[in-house]
């Protein structure tokens, strides 16, 4: 499957894509990541991707021309295995459902939002969805865009082993991971559950399930009333 990135900082996803699974899966053409520079439609001396907000305000505007030429250079003729996506702080919450839905897509197209925001004719006219990543505030879409890419690309066909596809289960069963240790059994004094150290395998899988479950009530009982 092929990301497309939409923003004015082209420059921003030098780094993010370089390593691990992502980079991996990219050398492998599992996926490919295409990044496009806004600037490319514009057509006035300027270059200019934003303006003033009608009805007066703060700050400016990504203006929706730009925006609009690029989308429909990049995905002509849209069809629905390919995604237009708006990441907005206003947008629906990304969460790893939408990143399995999203994973079958041929391509998604990220638009990243900077400044003020992004005309509501963006929203209303152009996009299929709008997506936030979570209830807190960043200066731009890139973050965003780049997480998604990440929690997506890993679940695209062929892109984990077996091994860590079982594993990312885990959240879609509901329920947060059980802690985890590696050697030493004594780090500075602090200790490692017996149970992990004998070889009881059914206790062992008792253990996980019951300390999955404390942390889950402790950390995100809002989860529980998922399932
Ligand atoms: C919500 C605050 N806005 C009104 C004062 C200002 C504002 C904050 C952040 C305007 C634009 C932005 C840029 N954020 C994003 O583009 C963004 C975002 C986010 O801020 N939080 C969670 N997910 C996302 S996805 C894109």
Not at 205 to 225: H, I, Q, Y
Request: proline share 5%; glycine share 8%.
């Amino acid at each position: 499957m092929t990301f497309h990135v939409l923003t004015i900082f082209p420059e921003f996803f030098r780094g993010p894509f370089e390593y691990g699974v992502v980079a991996r899966a990219v050398q492998t053409n599992k996926i490919a990541i295409r990044i496009h520079d806004l600037r490319q439609w514009t057509f006035d001396r300027h270059r200019s991707v934003d303006d003033r907000p009608f009805g007066g305000g703060e700050g400016m505007l990504m203006k929706p021309e730009p925006i609009f030429l690029a989308t429909q250079a990049i995905l002509p003729r849209r069809s629905d295995k390919q995604k237009v996506a708006l990441l907005s702080a206003q947008g629906r919450m990304f969460d790893q459902a939408a990143a399995r839905r999203w994973s079958a897509l041929d391509d998604v197209l990220l638009i990243c939002g900077r400044y003020e925001g992004v005309d509501e004719r963006v929203a209303a006219h152009l996009v299929d969805e709008e997506i936030s990543v979570g209830d807190f505030v960043v200066s731009g879409g890139e973050l965003p865009a780049a997480l998604i890419i990440d929690a997506v690309a890993r679940l695209v066909p062929g892109v984990l082993g077996n091994e860590a596809s079982s594993e990312n289960e885990s959240f879609t069963a509901g329920l947060l991971d059980c802690p985890q240790y590696t050697r030493p059994a004594d780090f500075r004094g602090y200790g490692v559950p017996e149970v992990l150290l004998g070889g009881n395998h059914e206790e062992i899988r008792k253990w996980r399930r019951e300390t999955a479950l404390a942390k889950t009530v402790r950390n995100r009982p809002d989860l529980l009333k998922k399932i």
